[in-house]
């Protein structure tokens, strides 16, 4: 039995257009985010490493949250 050819972007599109209802040809799921507690660990590895005191650290948590969209409105 020969090995089964990926099936390229536009060949999905093209089938997912005229069957739209089969999920086969359902466009791929995106990849999940990285949760927010490894983004929190990642940091705080980063800050411990870089000798960085409490306050320093907390601001770098909160910059890194906020850039990722994890916290809206200014304030935690």
């Known amino acids: 039995m020969a ?3 990926e099936i390229t972007p536009e060949l999905r599109d093209r089938l997912h ?8 040809w359902q466009p791929p799921a995106p990849e999940p985010a990285a949760a927010p507690w490894e983004l929190i660990r990642s940091v ?10 409490d306050t320093q650290i907390a601001g770098g948590v909160y910059a890194a949250l906020a850039s990722h969209g994890l ?3 200014g304030r935690a």
Request: charge should be positive; proline fraction near 12%; hydrophobic fraction near 25%.
């Open 3 to 5: 090995p089964r050819a």
């Open 17 to 24: 257009r005229r069957f739209p209802r089969c999920p086969r």
């Open 44 to 53: 705080l590895a980063q800050g411990r490493k870089d000798g960085l005191d």
């Open 71 to 73: 916290l809206t409105g």
